[in-house]
């Protein structure tokens, strides 16, 4: 079964530096990595996604995410982090199985950016 | 267009007592699903519609049952809630049968058992 690991539960970065949230993840076949934030009291929101291609994968907001098979790292990036960029981030794995698209999410990291 | 779409927002029940989550998705997509939000564990699947008039169980299927009453709507049914059900739940849905396919989400049902 796939799954995803992310190791840190919460990640503060001053505004203006340079932010990584980190996921590990193992699968068995081809990996498809998927970022998603979550702000206070709504919804998941889609950020970005590794299917194929690319090691780099540039998504909403300014976030990246770099793939690395060989560490097994889907980590998210972003050059110049932002106070509103302080949320609830998810990796997430999808199924590789069946005709549904099910993911298999991270525990998350809480993102805390101050000024 | 509304995305999906999730009612009640909120919702506090007494042990033991029953209710209905409902879920409606606008994008014409396939696939459906619930998912619980609990501190620390991040988002479980609990169970999925790959498409219309099927079901599956996901990975906490206990204690749920769902409906998927056309394509649009994809209810869950807590026949006798229990303190372990109080989570924020969530429904998704996609077109499903890709690799490539994103899900989008609902706004979330904070949901309360005493």
């Known amino acids: 079964a796939q799954s995803v690991a992310q190791p840190e539960d919460q990640v503060n970065v001053a505004e203006g530096n340079p932010l990584t949230v980190k996921c590990t993840y193992s699968v068995s076949g081809n990996p498809y990595l998927f970022w998603y934030v979550q702000y206070p009291n709504r919804g998941l929101q889609f950020l970005l996604k590794y299917i194929t291609g690319d090691n780099l994968v540039k998504g909403s907001y300014g976030f990246e995410a770099e793939f690395n098979k060989s560490q097994t790292s889907f980590h998210l990036k972003k050059p110049s982090a932002l106070v509103s960029d302080s949320a609830l981030y998810f990796c997430a794995v999808r199924d590789g199985t069946g005709t549904a698209s099910k993911l298999t999410f991270g525990t998350g990291t809480r993102l805390q950016v101050t000024l | 267009n509304a995305g999906v779409t999730q009612t009640p927002k909120f919702q506090v029940l007494k042990t033991g007592q029953s209710m209905t989550l409902q879920c409606a998705q606008d994008?014409?997509?396939?696939?459906m699903y619930w998912y619980r939000q609990d501190p620390g564990m991040g988002l479980r699947l609990i169970y999925y519609s790959a498409s219309e008039g099927t079901t599956d169980k996901g990975e906490v299927p206990n204690g749920y049952n769902v409906s998927r009453l056309n394509k649009r709507e994809f209810s869950l049914r807590l026949e006798s809630a229990a303190p372990s059900q109080t989570s924020v739940y969530f429904c998704a849905s996609n077109f499903g049968g890709t690799y490539t396919d994103t899900q989008y989400f609902g706004p979330g049902t904070r949901l309360t058992v005493l």
């Open positions: 994008m014409n997509h396939n696939s």
